[in-house]
């Protein structure tokens, strides 16, 4: 499950912004997952609901942002959007694509005191 090493690199992230800023309580916590990055959302859930414990995270909110993807068919130039990376192009049935959006994983705010 890499969702548990994301999840201890997002406390890190939270951890290093709490030392440089001098925060001492993060109330919540916003964190963009793409469709198309291979991340499966309720396992990182699950994963944060675990390593946050005895963290400064242990009491914050965790909101999850889903990020839909899209891609542009490379034949056909025509612009779609898909949950998956083997969906053929709508127009021309190609599968050659280039990806827009839905590969962020990134850790969006915090919300702190």
Known sequence: MHELSIAMSVIDIADEYAARENVKCINGIEIEVGELSGVILEALEFAMGFAIKET????????YIKIPGAVKCKNCLHEFNTNNLYTPCPECNSYEQDILSGRELRVKSLIVD
Not at 56 to 63: F, R
């Open 56 to 63: 400064i995270l242990e009491n914050a909110k965790c909101y």
